[in-house]
Protein backbone atom coordinates (compact mmCIF):
# COMPACT_ATOMS: atom_id res chain seq x y z
CA UNK A 1 0.00 0.00 0.00
CA UNK A 2 1.71 3.16 -1.05
CA UNK A 3 1.01 6.08 1.77
CA UNK A 4 -0.11 9.55 0.26
CA UNK A 5 -1.26 12.62 1.49
CA UNK A 6 -3.49 14.46 -1.03
CA UNK A 7 -4.42 18.13 -0.26
CA UNK A 8 -6.09 20.18 -2.18
CA UNK A 9 -7.41 23.89 -2.09
CA UNK A 10 -10.86 24.24 -2.81
CA UNK A 11 -11.59 26.77 -5.61
CA UNK A 12 -13.67 29.60 -6.40
CA UNK A 13 -14.47 30.19 -2.05
CA UNK A 14 -15.83 34.07 -2.28
CA UNK A 15 -14.93 37.05 0.28
CA UNK A 16 -16.47 36.14 3.55
CA UNK A 17 -18.67 38.44 5.30
CA UNK A 18 -19.83 38.46 8.72
CA UNK A 19 -22.46 35.66 8.87
CA UNK A 20 -21.51 33.40 5.94
CA UNK A 21 -22.31 30.45 6.00
CA UNK A 22 -18.45 28.25 6.04
CA UNK A 23 -20.20 24.86 5.85
CA UNK A 24 -21.99 25.45 3.01
CA UNK A 25 -19.05 27.51 0.93
CA UNK A 26 -17.35 24.54 1.77
CA UNK A 27 -19.60 21.82 0.19
CA UNK A 28 -19.95 24.06 -2.61
CA UNK A 29 -16.13 24.69 -2.69
CA UNK A 30 -15.99 20.57 -2.55
CA UNK A 31 -18.45 20.14 -5.08
CA UNK A 32 -16.61 22.69 -7.53
CA UNK A 33 -13.24 20.66 -7.28
CA UNK A 34 -14.79 17.41 -7.87
CA UNK A 35 -14.47 15.98 -4.48
CA UNK A 36 -17.19 14.42 -2.37
CA UNK A 37 -16.02 14.11 1.35
CA UNK A 38 -14.87 10.33 2.56
CA UNK A 39 -14.38 8.73 5.66
CA UNK A 40 -10.85 9.72 7.21
CA UNK A 41 -10.74 13.35 5.13
CA UNK A 42 -9.83 16.48 6.99
CA UNK A 43 -10.94 20.15 6.20
CA UNK A 44 -8.47 22.83 6.98
CA UNK A 45 -9.85 26.44 7.47
CA UNK A 46 -8.04 29.72 7.37
CA UNK A 47 -8.35 31.57 11.19
CA UNK A 48 -9.25 34.33 8.92
CA UNK A 49 -12.41 33.15 6.98
CA UNK A 50 -13.24 31.66 10.46
CA UNK A 51 -12.76 34.89 12.20
CA UNK A 52 -14.97 36.76 9.61
CA UNK A 53 -17.81 34.31 8.91
CA UNK A 54 -18.16 35.18 13.12
CA UNK A 55 -17.77 38.54 12.56
CA UNK A 56 -14.53 39.09 15.12
CA UNK A 57 -14.11 42.73 13.58
CA UNK A 58 -13.32 46.21 15.11
CA UNK A 59 -13.27 49.40 13.85
CA UNK A 60 -9.79 51.10 15.22
CA UNK A 61 -11.34 54.46 14.98
CA UNK A 62 -13.75 53.48 18.26
CA UNK A 63 -10.84 52.31 20.06
CA UNK A 64 -9.26 54.37 22.75
CA UNK A 65 -6.08 53.28 23.92
CA UNK A 66 -5.42 52.60 27.80
CA UNK A 67 -1.86 53.97 29.25
CA UNK A 68 -0.70 50.72 29.16
CA UNK A 69 -1.81 50.59 25.83
CA UNK A 70 0.01 54.00 24.62
CA UNK A 71 3.34 52.58 26.66
CA UNK A 72 3.51 49.54 24.90
CA UNK A 73 2.96 51.00 21.82
CA UNK A 74 5.72 53.86 22.40
CA UNK A 75 8.28 50.24 23.10
CA UNK A 76 6.76 48.30 20.00
CA UNK A 77 6.52 51.25 17.37
CA UNK A 78 2.81 50.39 17.04
CA UNK A 79 -0.52 51.92 16.68
CA UNK A 80 -1.53 52.50 20.19
CA UNK A 81 -5.22 51.62 18.61
CA UNK A 82 -3.74 47.84 17.80
CA UNK A 83 -2.00 47.61 20.66
CA UNK A 84 -5.36 48.26 22.97
CA UNK A 85 -7.08 45.71 20.84
CA UNK A 86 -4.31 43.32 21.42
CA UNK A 87 -4.40 43.46 25.46
CA UNK A 88 -7.71 42.60 24.76
CA UNK A 89 -7.24 39.52 23.54
CA UNK A 90 -4.09 38.75 25.52
CA UNK A 91 -3.53 36.64 29.21
CA UNK A 92 0.13 37.95 29.88
CA UNK A 93 2.62 40.37 27.72
CA UNK A 94 5.30 38.04 26.79
CA UNK A 95 8.12 40.10 25.03
CA UNK A 96 7.79 43.82 23.55
CA UNK A 97 10.67 45.37 21.17
CA UNK A 98 10.37 47.41 18.43
CA UNK A 99 8.05 46.30 15.86
CA UNK A 100 7.38 43.00 17.92
CA UNK A 101 4.35 42.31 20.12
CA UNK A 102 4.54 38.36 21.61
CA UNK A 103 2.05 37.07 24.09
CA UNK A 104 0.53 34.75 25.63
CA UNK A 105 -3.06 34.39 24.20
CA UNK A 106 -6.29 34.39 26.75
CA UNK A 107 -6.61 30.98 24.97
CA UNK A 108 -3.39 29.88 26.03
CA UNK A 109 -1.04 29.94 22.65
CA UNK A 110 2.37 32.01 22.23
CA UNK A 111 2.59 34.28 19.79
CA UNK A 112 2.69 37.93 17.42
CA UNK A 113 0.37 40.64 18.40
CA UNK A 114 -2.37 37.95 20.07
CA UNK A 115 -3.41 37.22 16.07
CA UNK A 116 -4.58 40.45 15.55
CA UNK A 117 -4.53 40.79 11.77
CA UNK A 118 -3.94 44.04 10.01
CA UNK A 119 -3.44 43.12 6.61
CA UNK A 120 -6.18 41.66 4.09
CA UNK A 121 -9.15 43.10 6.06
CA UNK A 122 -11.92 45.57 5.47
CA UNK A 123 -15.14 46.15 7.35
CA UNK A 124 -18.30 44.10 7.17
CA UNK A 125 -20.02 45.39 3.75
CA UNK A 126 -17.07 47.29 3.13
CA UNK A 127 -18.20 49.86 5.44
CA UNK A 128 -15.76 53.05 5.78
CA UNK A 129 -13.16 52.69 9.06
CA UNK A 130 -9.85 51.33 9.91
CA UNK A 131 -10.25 47.30 10.49
CA UNK A 132 -8.52 44.53 12.21
CA UNK A 133 -9.88 40.87 12.68
CA UNK A 134 -9.60 39.07 15.91
CA UNK A 135 -8.90 35.88 16.42
CA UNK A 136 -12.47 33.39 16.98
CA UNK A 137 -13.78 33.33 19.97
CA UNK A 138 -12.95 29.74 20.65
CA UNK A 139 -11.16 28.03 17.28
CA UNK A 140 -12.01 24.57 18.95
CA UNK A 141 -15.44 25.28 19.28
CA UNK A 142 -15.69 27.10 15.49
CA UNK A 143 -13.87 23.79 14.45
CA UNK A 144 -16.26 21.77 15.85
CA UNK A 145 -19.50 23.64 14.48
CA UNK A 146 -17.86 23.63 10.89
CA UNK A 147 -17.21 19.53 11.42
CA UNK A 148 -21.09 19.11 13.14
CA UNK A 149 -22.51 20.92 9.98
CA UNK A 150 -20.05 18.74 7.62
CA UNK A 151 -21.27 15.38 9.13
CA UNK A 152 -24.72 16.15 8.99
CA UNK A 153 -25.26 16.18 5.46
CA UNK A 154 -22.82 13.76 4.53
CA UNK A 155 -23.51 11.25 7.49
CA UNK A 156 -19.46 10.58 7.96
CA UNK A 157 -18.74 9.90 11.54
CA UNK A 158 -15.00 10.34 10.88
CA UNK A 159 -14.46 13.23 9.54
CA UNK A 160 -11.46 15.91 10.89
CA UNK A 161 -11.65 19.72 11.16
CA UNK A 162 -8.65 22.17 11.72
CA UNK A 163 -8.71 25.89 11.83
CA UNK A 164 -5.12 27.12 10.81
CA UNK A 165 -3.24 29.96 11.24
CA UNK A 166 0.36 31.28 10.67
CA UNK A 167 2.82 31.47 13.82
CA UNK A 168 6.25 32.52 13.98
CA UNK A 169 8.56 30.62 16.34
CA UNK A 170 11.22 31.24 18.89
CA UNK A 171 14.36 30.34 17.11
CA UNK A 172 13.81 29.84 13.61
CA UNK A 173 12.79 32.36 10.63
CA UNK A 174 9.47 32.56 9.15
CA UNK A 175 6.05 31.52 10.01
CA UNK A 176 4.41 28.40 9.41
CA UNK A 177 0.68 27.08 9.63
CA UNK A 178 -0.27 25.67 13.00
CA UNK A 179 -3.67 24.35 14.37
CA UNK A 180 -5.41 26.98 16.30
CA UNK A 181 -8.70 24.84 16.23
CA UNK A 182 -9.19 20.95 16.07
CA UNK A 183 -12.58 18.54 16.07
CA UNK A 184 -12.20 15.10 14.96
CA UNK A 185 -8.36 14.80 14.73
CA UNK A 186 -5.91 13.51 16.90
CA UNK A 187 -4.20 17.11 17.42
CA UNK A 188 -1.27 15.22 19.65
CA UNK A 189 -0.55 11.65 18.16
CA UNK A 190 0.99 9.94 21.01
CA UNK A 191 3.54 7.21 20.00
CA UNK A 192 4.43 6.26 23.80
CA UNK A 193 5.19 2.73 24.46
CA UNK A 194 4.61 2.08 20.39
CA UNK A 195 8.08 -0.26 19.81
CA UNK A 196 10.43 1.03 17.65
CA UNK A 197 12.32 -1.07 14.57
CA UNK A 198 14.56 -2.71 17.58
CA UNK A 199 12.54 -3.08 20.11
CA UNK A 200 13.76 -0.02 22.04
CA UNK A 201 10.75 2.44 23.08
CA UNK A 202 10.64 5.55 20.83
CA UNK A 203 12.17 8.67 21.97
CA UNK A 204 10.23 10.94 20.28
CA UNK A 205 6.54 9.94 21.45
CA UNK A 206 4.28 12.93 20.81
CA UNK A 207 4.09 14.14 17.52
CA UNK A 208 1.90 17.43 16.65
CA UNK A 209 -0.07 15.99 13.99
CA UNK A 210 -2.51 18.36 13.36
CA UNK A 211 0.49 21.31 13.20
CA UNK A 212 1.75 19.31 10.41
CA UNK A 213 -1.15 19.54 8.61
CA UNK A 214 -1.94 22.85 9.53
CA UNK A 215 1.48 23.33 8.13
CA UNK A 216 0.80 21.58 4.86
CA UNK A 217 -2.11 23.41 4.60
CA UNK A 218 -0.62 26.77 5.27
CA UNK A 219 2.15 25.96 2.50
CA UNK A 220 -0.78 25.58 -0.01
CA UNK A 221 -2.75 28.64 1.15
CA UNK A 222 -0.59 30.98 0.05
CA UNK A 223 -0.72 34.35 2.33
CA UNK A 224 -1.30 36.96 -0.26
CA UNK A 225 -4.80 36.55 -1.31
CA UNK A 226 -7.39 34.67 0.44
CA UNK A 227 -8.55 32.87 -2.71
CA UNK A 228 -7.56 29.73 -1.08
CA UNK A 229 -8.59 29.28 2.37
CA UNK A 230 -10.11 26.44 2.69
CA UNK A 231 -7.99 23.18 2.15
CA UNK A 232 -9.55 19.38 1.85
CA UNK A 233 -6.75 16.83 3.09
CA UNK A 234 -6.84 13.12 2.15
CA UNK A 235 -5.01 10.12 3.39
CA UNK A 236 -3.48 10.96 6.90
CA UNK A 237 -2.01 7.85 7.70
CA UNK A 238 -3.65 7.66 11.17
CA UNK A 239 -7.20 7.14 12.29
CA UNK A 240 -8.98 10.36 13.29
CA UNK A 241 -10.28 10.41 16.82
CA UNK A 242 -12.09 13.07 18.84
CA UNK A 243 -9.54 15.78 19.76
CA UNK A 244 -9.02 19.47 20.07
CA UNK A 245 -5.96 21.90 19.76
CA UNK A 246 -5.71 22.43 23.37
CA UNK A 247 -3.92 19.07 23.42
CA UNK A 248 -1.27 21.39 21.53
CA UNK A 249 -0.54 23.56 24.40
CA UNK A 250 1.98 23.10 26.44
CA UNK A 251 1.27 23.38 30.02
CA UNK A 252 3.15 26.87 31.78
CA UNK A 253 4.70 24.49 34.26
CA UNK A 254 6.85 22.49 31.66
CA UNK A 255 7.76 25.97 29.70
CA UNK A 256 11.13 26.81 29.83
CA UNK A 257 11.33 29.44 27.46
CA UNK A 258 8.99 32.16 28.68
CA UNK B 1 -6.84 25.69 -11.76
CA UNK B 2 -6.93 23.67 -8.79
CA UNK B 3 -3.66 24.08 -6.40
CA UNK B 4 -3.12 20.43 -5.20
CA UNK B 5 0.34 19.00 -3.61
CA UNK B 6 0.28 15.47 -3.37
CA UNK B 7 2.71 14.26 -1.18
CA UNK B 8 3.62 9.93 -1.36
CA UNK B 9 5.84 7.98 1.08
CA UNK B 10 8.32 6.25 -1.35
CA UNK B 11 7.76 2.42 -0.89
CA UNK B 12 9.97 -0.26 -0.55
CA UNK B 13 13.16 1.56 0.77
CA UNK B 14 14.98 -1.01 2.62
CA UNK B 15 16.79 -0.43 5.82
CA UNK B 16 19.76 1.88 5.11
CA UNK B 17 23.65 0.87 5.78
CA UNK B 18 26.30 3.69 5.87
CA UNK B 19 27.79 3.65 2.43
CA UNK B 20 24.47 3.24 0.75
CA UNK B 21 23.69 5.16 -2.22
CA UNK B 22 20.58 7.30 -1.20
CA UNK B 23 19.66 8.66 -4.61
CA UNK B 24 19.51 5.48 -6.21
CA UNK B 25 17.69 4.26 -3.33
CA UNK B 26 15.27 7.39 -4.62
CA UNK B 27 14.82 6.43 -8.01
CA UNK B 28 14.23 2.65 -7.50
CA UNK B 29 11.32 3.88 -5.01
CA UNK B 30 9.75 6.43 -7.24
CA UNK B 31 9.79 4.25 -10.16
CA UNK B 32 8.69 1.28 -7.84
CA UNK B 33 5.35 4.07 -6.66
CA UNK B 34 4.99 4.33 -10.85
CA UNK B 35 6.25 8.17 -10.44
CA UNK B 36 8.42 10.10 -12.71
CA UNK B 37 9.80 13.07 -11.88
CA UNK B 38 8.97 16.33 -13.20
CA UNK B 39 10.26 20.16 -13.00
CA UNK B 40 8.54 21.49 -9.50
CA UNK B 41 9.24 18.08 -7.84
CA UNK B 42 10.72 18.32 -4.35
CA UNK B 43 12.39 15.25 -2.73
CA UNK B 44 12.18 14.73 1.31
CA UNK B 45 14.72 12.19 2.94
CA UNK B 46 14.57 11.89 6.46
CA UNK B 47 17.19 12.86 8.73
CA UNK B 48 17.80 9.38 9.87
CA UNK B 49 18.70 8.01 6.48
CA UNK B 50 20.80 10.39 5.84
CA UNK B 51 22.80 9.96 8.67
CA UNK B 52 22.76 6.33 8.45
CA UNK B 53 24.12 6.33 4.76
CA UNK B 54 26.99 8.52 6.01
CA UNK B 55 27.95 6.33 8.75
CA UNK B 56 27.13 8.69 11.44
CA UNK B 57 27.15 6.30 14.35
CA UNK B 58 28.83 5.88 17.36
CA UNK B 59 29.07 3.16 19.66
CA UNK B 60 28.89 4.21 23.21
CA UNK B 61 30.91 1.53 24.40
CA UNK B 62 33.76 3.09 22.82
CA UNK B 63 32.68 6.78 24.54
CA UNK B 64 34.53 8.30 27.68
CA UNK B 65 32.11 10.99 29.43
CA UNK B 66 34.40 13.95 30.45
CA UNK B 67 33.53 15.62 33.83
CA UNK B 68 31.09 18.00 32.41
CA UNK B 69 29.34 15.26 30.47
CA UNK B 70 28.90 13.78 33.99
CA UNK B 71 27.67 16.59 35.48
CA UNK B 72 25.09 17.48 32.94
CA UNK B 73 24.39 13.92 32.55
CA UNK B 74 22.92 14.17 36.76
CA UNK B 75 21.02 17.19 36.09
CA UNK B 76 19.34 15.71 33.14
CA UNK B 77 19.05 12.08 33.87
CA UNK B 78 20.87 10.57 30.89
CA UNK B 79 23.75 8.51 29.93
CA UNK B 80 26.68 9.82 30.72
CA UNK B 81 28.11 8.32 27.47
CA UNK B 82 25.49 9.88 25.44
CA UNK B 83 25.81 13.76 26.99
CA UNK B 84 29.50 13.36 25.63
CA UNK B 85 28.46 12.90 22.01
CA UNK B 86 25.71 15.80 22.32
CA UNK B 87 28.21 17.93 24.02
CA UNK B 88 30.57 17.39 20.58
CA UNK B 89 27.94 18.41 18.65
CA UNK B 90 26.90 21.39 20.61
CA UNK B 91 27.88 24.78 20.53
CA UNK B 92 26.20 25.94 23.50
CA UNK B 93 23.90 24.31 26.05
CA UNK B 94 20.57 26.15 26.35
CA UNK B 95 18.26 24.37 28.88
CA UNK B 96 19.17 21.19 31.02
CA UNK B 97 15.82 19.65 33.17
CA UNK B 98 15.29 16.03 34.18
CA UNK B 99 14.90 14.16 30.81
CA UNK B 100 15.68 17.36 28.72
CA UNK B 101 18.73 19.31 26.91
CA UNK B 102 18.34 21.83 24.54
CA UNK B 103 21.33 23.09 22.83
CA UNK B 104 21.97 24.95 20.31
CA UNK B 105 23.54 22.74 17.47
CA UNK B 106 26.40 23.30 15.52
CA UNK B 107 24.95 23.87 12.77
CA UNK B 108 23.06 26.61 14.51
CA UNK B 109 19.92 25.65 15.00
CA UNK B 110 17.84 24.84 18.71
CA UNK B 111 17.24 21.38 19.48
CA UNK B 112 16.50 18.54 21.52
CA UNK B 113 19.94 16.45 22.56
CA UNK B 114 21.79 17.92 19.90
CA UNK B 115 19.72 15.83 17.39
CA UNK B 116 21.28 12.64 18.45
CA UNK B 117 19.39 9.55 18.65
CA UNK B 118 19.12 6.80 20.18
CA UNK B 119 16.21 4.62 19.08
CA UNK B 120 15.61 2.96 16.10
CA UNK B 121 19.58 2.60 15.78
CA UNK B 122 21.45 -0.35 14.84
CA UNK B 123 24.98 -0.57 14.52
CA UNK B 124 26.66 -0.81 10.79
CA UNK B 125 25.98 -4.43 9.51
CA UNK B 126 24.31 -5.36 12.48
CA UNK B 127 27.64 -5.19 14.66
CA UNK B 128 26.76 -5.25 17.83
CA UNK B 129 27.65 -2.26 20.59
CA UNK B 130 25.21 0.27 21.99
CA UNK B 131 24.82 2.70 19.18
CA UNK B 132 23.39 6.44 18.94
CA UNK B 133 23.00 8.54 15.29
CA UNK B 134 24.01 11.65 14.70
CA UNK B 135 22.90 14.08 12.61
CA UNK B 136 24.55 14.98 9.27
CA UNK B 137 28.07 16.80 9.05
CA UNK B 138 26.36 18.96 6.71
CA UNK B 139 22.88 18.56 6.09
CA UNK B 140 22.62 21.56 3.85
CA UNK B 141 25.41 19.78 1.28
CA UNK B 142 23.91 16.16 2.04
CA UNK B 143 20.54 17.88 0.39
CA UNK B 144 22.93 19.44 -2.38
CA UNK B 145 24.41 16.00 -2.87
CA UNK B 146 21.15 14.07 -3.41
CA UNK B 147 19.73 16.87 -5.52
CA UNK B 148 23.18 16.70 -8.00
CA UNK B 149 22.83 12.87 -8.29
CA UNK B 150 19.23 13.47 -9.28
CA UNK B 151 19.51 16.10 -11.43
CA UNK B 152 22.10 14.33 -13.26
CA UNK B 153 19.52 11.28 -14.28
CA UNK B 154 16.64 13.24 -14.79
CA UNK B 155 17.75 16.25 -16.21
CA UNK B 156 15.50 18.20 -14.96
CA UNK B 157 17.10 22.40 -13.62
CA UNK B 158 13.79 22.47 -11.27
CA UNK B 159 14.19 19.86 -8.56
CA UNK B 160 14.35 20.19 -4.65
CA UNK B 161 15.52 17.89 -1.57
CA UNK B 162 14.52 18.57 1.91
CA UNK B 163 16.10 16.67 4.54
CA UNK B 164 13.76 16.42 7.89
CA UNK B 165 14.01 16.20 11.22
CA UNK B 166 11.33 16.11 14.33
CA UNK B 167 11.64 18.74 16.61
CA UNK B 168 10.08 20.14 19.75
CA UNK B 169 8.85 23.84 19.93
CA UNK B 170 9.32 26.14 23.32
CA UNK B 171 5.36 26.53 23.88
CA UNK B 172 3.56 23.89 22.19
CA UNK B 173 3.33 19.99 22.69
CA UNK B 174 4.60 17.28 20.30
CA UNK B 175 7.47 17.32 17.75
CA UNK B 176 6.62 18.63 14.45
CA UNK B 177 9.14 17.90 11.17
CA UNK B 178 11.54 20.75 10.64
CA UNK B 179 13.94 21.34 6.75
CA UNK B 180 17.46 20.48 8.68
CA UNK B 181 18.88 20.63 5.08
CA UNK B 182 17.20 22.18 2.05
CA UNK B 183 18.74 22.16 -1.32
CA UNK B 184 16.92 24.14 -4.78
CA UNK B 185 14.07 25.14 -2.55
CA UNK B 186 13.05 28.52 -1.37
CA UNK B 187 13.35 27.21 2.08
CA UNK B 188 12.25 30.89 3.65
CA UNK B 189 9.64 32.42 1.52
CA UNK B 190 10.14 36.34 1.13
CA UNK B 191 6.35 38.01 0.30
CA UNK B 192 7.69 41.26 1.75
CA UNK B 193 6.08 43.96 -0.63
CA UNK B 194 3.43 42.04 -2.02
CA UNK B 195 0.37 43.86 -1.71
CA UNK B 196 -2.50 42.08 -0.06
CA UNK B 197 -6.10 41.86 -1.41
CA UNK B 198 -6.82 45.70 -0.28
CA UNK B 199 -3.45 46.79 -1.27
CA UNK B 200 -1.95 46.97 2.47
CA UNK B 201 1.84 45.57 2.78
CA UNK B 202 1.16 42.59 4.49
CA UNK B 203 2.17 41.86 7.72
CA UNK B 204 3.04 38.34 7.93
CA UNK B 205 6.09 38.45 5.32
CA UNK B 206 8.22 35.64 5.84
CA UNK B 207 6.93 32.13 5.43
CA UNK B 208 9.24 28.90 6.35
CA UNK B 209 7.96 26.77 3.37
CA UNK B 210 10.32 24.55 3.98
CA UNK B 211 9.60 23.62 7.23
CA UNK B 212 6.03 23.77 6.05
CA UNK B 213 6.54 20.81 3.46
CA UNK B 214 9.29 18.93 5.77
CA UNK B 215 6.27 19.12 8.39
CA UNK B 216 3.54 17.52 5.71
CA UNK B 217 6.03 14.47 4.90
CA UNK B 218 7.03 14.04 8.45
CA UNK B 219 3.28 13.43 9.09
CA UNK B 220 3.55 10.97 5.95
CA UNK B 221 6.84 9.28 7.14
CA UNK B 222 5.44 8.23 10.52
CA UNK B 223 7.93 7.69 13.55
CA UNK B 224 8.16 4.06 14.29
CA UNK B 225 9.34 2.84 11.72
CA UNK B 226 12.05 3.21 8.66
CA UNK B 227 9.34 1.86 6.35
CA UNK B 228 8.62 5.46 4.69
CA UNK B 229 11.71 7.63 5.10
CA UNK B 230 11.53 9.01 1.52
CA UNK B 231 8.91 11.54 0.43
CA UNK B 232 7.61 12.56 -3.25
CA UNK B 233 6.10 16.04 -2.91
CA UNK B 234 4.50 17.45 -6.20
CA UNK B 235 2.47 20.90 -6.28
CA UNK B 236 4.49 23.41 -4.07
CA UNK B 237 2.80 26.35 -5.27
CA UNK B 238 5.50 28.39 -6.04
CA UNK B 239 8.46 28.44 -7.99
CA UNK B 240 11.37 26.47 -7.03
CA UNK B 241 14.93 28.39 -6.85
CA UNK B 242 18.65 28.07 -5.09
CA UNK B 243 18.12 28.04 -1.25
CA UNK B 244 19.03 26.28 1.76
CA UNK B 245 17.85 25.53 5.30
CA UNK B 246 20.30 28.40 6.63
CA UNK B 247 17.83 30.46 5.57
CA UNK B 248 15.55 29.33 8.20
CA UNK B 249 18.67 30.13 11.53
CA UNK B 250 16.62 32.97 12.96
CA UNK B 251 19.97 35.26 14.06
CA UNK B 252 21.28 34.92 17.65
CA UNK B 253 21.14 39.04 18.09
CA UNK B 254 17.01 38.71 17.18
CA UNK B 255 16.40 35.54 19.56
CA UNK B 256 14.22 36.24 22.40
CA UNK B 257 13.74 33.55 23.67
CA UNK B 258 17.18 32.22 24.41
Chains 1, 2 share one sequence.
Not at 176 to 200: H, N
Request: aromatic share 2%; with cysteine; net charge negative.
Amino acid sequence: MVHRLTLTALPGIPLVEPGDDLASLTRQALERAGLVLEAGDVIVAAQKVVSKSEGRLVDLTTVTPSARALEIAKQAEKDPRVIEVILGETAQVVRVRPGVVIVEHRLGFVCANAGVDHSNVRGPGSRSGEWVLLLPEDPDRSAAELRRRLRETTGLESLGVLINDSHGRAWRNGTVGIALGAAGFPALMDLRGRPDLFERALQVTQVGLADEIAAAASALMGQADEGRPIVHARGVPYPLREGSAAELLREKSLDLFR
